[in-house]
């Protein structure tokens, strides 16, 4: 009972002490965050990521499906109902390996495009300064 007493004074507390600050400040930080969101280099980033999600969205899915298909068939395959089931707990081992794999490749590929993404962008070359004269003309 005391915890819960505890509990309810304590988050009294903070409502009143956050309040104080409160929608101004909530205000300037959204503000600051939404110029940052809106910046071209950021919003290239972000379309960036979601072209790659969407490509990358679809590879586990799809073998989950094609594994249930595939445990599907060889459990309503011909055979004694054992052979049907070590058929079909077979074919799951499978199935389970293609979705590791599956998942392993996107996690691959996520690293990859994370580590090209860390790099930073390479300068482009400038032309080289024309070179002084440091010989005296004696």
């Known amino acids: 009972m005391k915890g819960k007493i505890g509990l309810v004074v304590g988050l009294g507390v ?17 503000t600051q965050w939404l ?7 950021v919003q290239a ?8 999600a969407k490509e990358q969205a679809a590879a586990v ?15 309503s395959a011909d055979g004694t109902p054992g052979q049907r089931v070590d ?21 691959d590929a996520v690293e990859k495009k994370a580590k090209e993404a860390s790099k930073p962008a390479a ?6 300064a024309a070179k002084k004269s440091t010989q005296s003309g004696s």
């Open 14 to 30: 903070g409502y009143v002490l956050g309040t104080r600050a409160g929608r101004e400040r909530y205000d300037q930080i959204k």
């Open 35 to 41: 110029k940052v969101w809106n910046l071209d280099p």
């Open 45 to 52: 980033q972000v379309s960036k990521v979601k072209g790659f």
């Open 61 to 75: 899915p799809q073998a989950l499906w094609k594994g249930a298909v595939k445990v599907v068939k060889a459990a």
């Open 87 to 107: 058929a079909a707990v077979a074919t799951a081992k499978d199935a389970i390996d293609d979705v590791k794999d599956a998942a392993e490749d996107t996690l």
């Open 123 to 128: 300068k482009p070359a400038s032309k080289p």
